[in-house]
């Protein structure tokens, strides 16, 4: 079984290559490097032993999709990661996000429509819920207006392809990603650290080995135990093996033909605070940080549940936020001292 997996060397593409192998999957990767590098190539290559089929293609690009789907014409399913996916990068240029992550679907889905039956897995996002009314998330809550381009993107892909799977022999997945951290047990590929990082474990790590001068927390007034916002941290492996198993479903026609949507979470909250505490226990060292203003955009609360993914997809996270951060702040020691 060949799948293509769009974004496949970024941080959940990845380790999502690496677990479709680990099954016996024959994996092509489509990646523009605009996010990525080859280097994670050979650290796939370095756990599983395969040189994965590489393209260094442009999904926005239609003619070049068309012309990858003509040299590809065995593929059975596609696990779409390519987008982008910076909240603030999306409020300054809306239309890049437009282009990037809703013309490039369009594309992938006016190929696999013309295939007699294809599996489609879409990388979504708890930001479809904004800040929910209920927590745990069940998968029924309702999607609120998007809190930024980044989310509406979100949110119209996952309106093309319920539109495209009802008239089509597109058969889909969407998967509700809650937060993604740590990196693989081996070491060998993680979260790439582009830029000053957005997102909060990357930032906490790089403290810790000494590229910034502390962690500003956004928030300690939020109507949550701690005052810290809460978030539900789901180690990046889990999160892999979550999209074989959806894969795996879709393959065996288990979905009923229609659009199944998961929330992929540990479903337990854990506050700003929580995570530092958890850090500073499985590293054995202080993090230095301090309390400012909320950010922009910011939710109060935004935890799984996780019956659904359990229940119906028969998948459970397997690890603790502990175990995520101990792999996160692996991962940052071994790429310093490369
Ligand atoms: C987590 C918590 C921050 C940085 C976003 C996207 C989501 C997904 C994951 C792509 C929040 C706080 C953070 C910092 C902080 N993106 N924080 N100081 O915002 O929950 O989710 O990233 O797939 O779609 O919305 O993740 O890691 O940015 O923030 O205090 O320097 O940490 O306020 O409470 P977020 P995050």
Not at 248 to 265: A, C, D, S, Y
Not at 289 to 311: F, L, M, P, W
Request: proline fraction near 3%; charged fraction near 20%; aromatic fraction near 8%.
């Amino acid at each position: 079984m060949k799948i293509l997996v769009t974004g496949g060397l970024g941080f959940i593409g990845s380790h999502t290559v690496v677990e479709l192998q680990n099954q016996g999957f024959e994996v092509v990767v489509i990646d523009n490097l605009s996010n990525s590098s080859l280097k994670v190539l050979d650290g796939i290559k370095a756990i599983t032993g395969i040189d994965t089929v590489f393209e260094n293609l442009d999904l926005r690009e239609k003619e070049k999709v068309q012309d990858f789907f003509k040299r590809h014409n065995d593929i059975s399913g596609v696990i779409h990661f390519a987008a982008s996916k910076a909240v603030g990068e999306s409020v300054e240029n809306p239309l890049l996000y437009y282009e990037n992550n809703i013309n490039t679907l369009v594309y992938l889905l006016q190929e696999l429509q013309q295939k007699q039956e294809a599996s489609f897995i879409f990388s979504s996002s708890c930001t479809v819920y904004g800040q929910a009314e209920k927590m745990p998330i069940t998968e029924d809550a309702s999607v609120q207006p998007a809190m930024s381009p980044y989310g509406n993107t979100k949110q119209i892909g996952e309106e093309i392809i319920t539109d495209t799977a009802k008239v089509t022999n597109i058969n889909a997945i969407l998967l509700r990603y809650f937060n993604p951290i740590g990196a693989h047990p081996s070491t060998e590929i993680g979260e790439l650290p582009l830029g000053v990082p957005q997102n909060l474990v990357p930032f906490i790590t790089q403290t810790a080995f000494g590229l910034r001068k502390e962690l500003s927390v956004y928030g300690d007034d939020y109507p949550t135990p701690d005052g810290t916002a809460v978030r539900d941290y789901i180690h990046v492996v889990d999160l892999a093996k979550a999209h074989v198993i959806a894969l795996q479903r879709l393959l065996n026609k288990k979905n009923l033909n229609k659009v199944e949507i998961f929330n992929l979470g540990t479903g337990t909250g854990s506050s700003v605070l929580e995570v530092i505490q958890s850090f500073e226990k499985v590293s054995g060292q202080k993090l230095a940080y301090k309390i400012v203003g909320r950010r922009e955009g910011d939710v109060i609360s935004a935890y799984a549940n996780t019956d659904t993914a359990n229940n119906v997809l028969g998948w459970k996270a397997a690890s603790t936020l502990d175990e995520a951060m101990a792999s996160a702040w692996k991962w940052e020691q071994k790429i310093r001292k490369q």
